[in-house]
């Protein structure tokens, strides 16, 4: 759909390396602000702007990658007979991002549907590709998924910060509500800082665990 941003991330799994990423049109020009020529420009350059607040920023990174890992460990058959914790394949997930947010400084937010898909590359499972589309969504959509299911709404951001209103997140304050410089200058920042890194460790542990598990059955 021309209305549908599409992001596609291709890694290399033999030598653990990204090897490529594409983007659709609405993608770049409606969500990104830039057209494709500029954007490879910068990506080249290595020059990129946040697509949300720093703290949002750092949870849906870590977010997208134990979704990313978890579905090639399953992928591979080597997740086994482990559960992943609840949200892991939340679907659809709605996420908060910034307007316009390679082209200028942070301002009103945009909701967005996400959708996550990886796979193996058929012919070369040594390849992975990595999905994901970004429908626009209205605020009451968001509260209306919100009200029967917080975790799909976020779910990574409400044990840190708590689950926010549509209004709330469009709002063009909250990237520097939510700066790390901002966080860390109050009590109540740093103790929402302290809950993001506890949340991690939690993760990690089990995906440590479960990487254990597949070592014990390759010996």
């Not at 890992?69 to 992928?75: D, E, F, G, H, V």
């Not at 590359?121 to 509260?143: L, R």
């Not at 990487?211 to 059955?217: G, Q």
Request: charge should be neutral; include cysteine.
């Amino acid at each position: 759909s021309a209305r549908c941003g599409m992001l596609v991330v291709r890694f290399d799994t033999k030598f653990r390396v990204h090897s490529g990423t594409d983007v659709n049109t609405f993608w770049l020009e409606q969500l990104a602000g830039l057209h494709r020529e500029e954007y490879i420009s910068r990506a080249f350059a290595g020059e990129h702007r946040l697509v949300t607040s720093e703290l949002r920023q750092l949870c849906k990174m870590f977010d997208t990658s134990r979704r990313w890992l978890w579905a090639y460990l399953q992928a591979k058959d080597m997740g086994g007979d482990m559960s992943e914790p609840p949200g892991w394949r939340t679907q659809p997930s709605y996420y908060r991002m910034s307007r316009n947010w390679a082209r200028t400084d942070h301002g009103p937010g945009v909701l967005m549907r996400v959708r996550f898909h990886t796979a193996l590359h058929p012919a070369d499972p040594g390849w992975m590709y990595c999905q994901q589309t970004f429908v626009e969504v209205s605020a009451a959509e968001y509260e209306a998924v919100r009200a029967v299911d917080p975790n799909s709404c976020e779910g990574y951001m409400i044990p840190v910060v708590g689950s926010k209103s549509a209004e709330e997140l469009l709002s063009a304050n909250l990237a520097e509500l939510e700066s790390l410089s901002h966080l860390n200058a109050s009590p109540e920042g740093r103790a929402a800082l302290d809950r993001f890194a506890d949340a991690l460790e939690q993760d990690y542990v089990f995906l440590f665990a479960a990487l254990d598990k597949i070592k014990s059955r390759q010996r």
